[in-house]
Structure formats: structure tokens, C-alpha cells
């Protein structure tokens, strides 16, 4: 996945590669235990897109780096359908 440091925008936003905004407020409660794909791909692009660090990730949401390595390897194969939990098993058959 390839991103620009020009995308940050200012602090708490950014601008994805679609042309879409993530701000702070896109992110997942720092309490989340149910891990949808959707959620995923908010932390995952977060830190890609410089919105926020892997450390701070891995210490806000309580995930281990890597689980979120997983995230983000499953997102560069196979995009944000990868982070499916179904799709994941799917393309491991």
C-alpha cells in the first residue's frame, strides 16, 4: 500500500489515497474487543496514512504487533476484504 507524507493534513485528519478523509473520529473506542474488518482497516490506515503510530496503536487498542502485522499483510494481499475473519479462511484453503 503505498501513501504520501503531503496526506496528513493536519492534526487528527488525513487524506486516504481515494481522496476520502480519516480523522480521529473514524477510529475504533480504545476499549473495542470485537475486531470487525472495518475496524481493522481504520487502525491499519491510521498508521499507514501517519494519522497515528504502530506503538500507539498497539498500546491504545491492546493488539500485539503481530496481530497487527497479520492486518496489514491481509490488507496488501488481498485488500480490505482480507480482514475478514471468514475471507481469511477461505483464502488459507
Given at each position: ?10 492534526a ?53 504487533e ?25 483464502i488459507?484453503?
Amino acid at each position: 500500500m503505498r501513501f504520501r507524507k503531503d496526506m496528513k493534513t493536519g492534526a487528527g485528519l488525513v487524506r486516504l489515497a481515494d481522496g476520502s478523509f480519516l480523522s480521529d473520529a473514524d477510529l475504533p473506542p480504545r476499549d473495542t474487543t470485537r475486531w470487525v474488518a472495518s475496524r481493522k482497516l481504520a487502525v491499519v490506515r491510521a498508521v499507514l496514512y501517519q494519522l497515528r503510530t504502530q506503538e500507539e496503536v498497539l498500546e491504545t487498542y491492546s493488539i500485539s504487533e503481530e496481530e497487527f502485522c497479520d492486518w496489514v499483510n491481509c490488507l496488501a494481499t488481498n485488500g480490505p476484504s482480507g480482514l475478514k475473519i471468514t475471507s481469511r479462511s477461505n483464502i488459507s484453503r
